[in-house]
């Protein structure tokens, strides 16, 4: 029985599942439709947590049951990358995002109190450059190095995913912190010199 945890109130018998749609925007979101006897077919998207967990343990369950004619292996994979990126993204998300928001907010607190001191508008297109370095920095570590990662995963590895290091996760992370703690210096030391 599949049965979606605090998410919907929906439940679907293994064998009842008579169909499986997927659809996914390669490593940026998607869903997965999956059609039984109700005429509403439950969804999972890749907000979900655990979702990429959830999607394997649905394929392994219904090859089981001799049932996988009502899936695209395919489009199931193709999506179960995406989920479990999503995944591995919200993990690396928790160490980033407070650090990134506390400078982001210090960079508008400065830009307005700089502005208004200075009384100089160029003073905000300074700072939003900064805010820009920070964000493509975040961007740059996140997307094109980690979904660059999934995208290299070994052929025969189809429904195992190998995990990211940690600890190098980490490290990236904070260079791009600090790369918008520096954008931040920057637009100060220019901001007090016009």
Known sequence: MLKVKDVVKHEIKYSDITRINSKSIKYTGGWMLIYGQSKKPLRLMVTIKDVGLMIK????????????HVYQESKLNKFFKTAYYADQSW????????????????????????????????????????????????????????????????????????PYDEDLAVKRLKIAWQLGAIATAIAVVISLLL
Do not use: H
């Open 91 to 162: 993990q690396r998300s928790s160490y980033f995002m407070p650090k990134f928001f506390i400078i982001l907010v210090s960079q508008m607190i400065l830009a307005l109190i700089l502005t208004i001191v200075n009384e100089n508008e160029f003073i905000g297109f300074i700072f939003i450059m900064a805010m820009m370095v920070t964000l493509f920095a975040y961007i740059y570590v996140e997307y094109f190095i980690y979904a660059k990662n999934i995208r290299k995963q070994p052929e025969n590895l189809d429904w195992d995913i190998l």
């Open 57 to 68: 343990r649905i394929k392994l369950e219904i090859d089981a049951i001799d049932q996988s």
